[in-house]
């Protein structure tokens, strides 16, 4: 149950970064960046790997 929940937790992380860098880019004084979608994926994989780091140790 809780790998589900970390799981949907990451898909709404990396949605919601995409929706902001989706909105940067049709603003007249903000820009779309790659790297920071990039950034803000790689934040949320590096959340992902330590919150099932944790779930698995409590587990066993």
């Given amino acids: 149950r809780i790998k589900k ?3 949907w937790a ?7 970064g ?3 860098e989706l909105v940067q880019g049709i603003l007249p004084y903000r820009e779309f960046s ?7 994926t790689a934040g949320v ?3 992902l790997l330590y919150l099932v ?4 140790l409590k587990s066993s």
């Fill in 5 to 7: 929940i970390i799981l």
């Fill in 18 to 20: 995409l929706l902001m």
């Fill in 34 to 40: 790659l790297e920071d979608l990039f950034a803000n």
């Fill in 10 to 16: 990451g898909v709404f992380s990396f949605a919601y």
């Fill in 45 to 47: 994989v590096l959340m």
């Fill in 53 to 56: 780091a944790r779930d698995n």
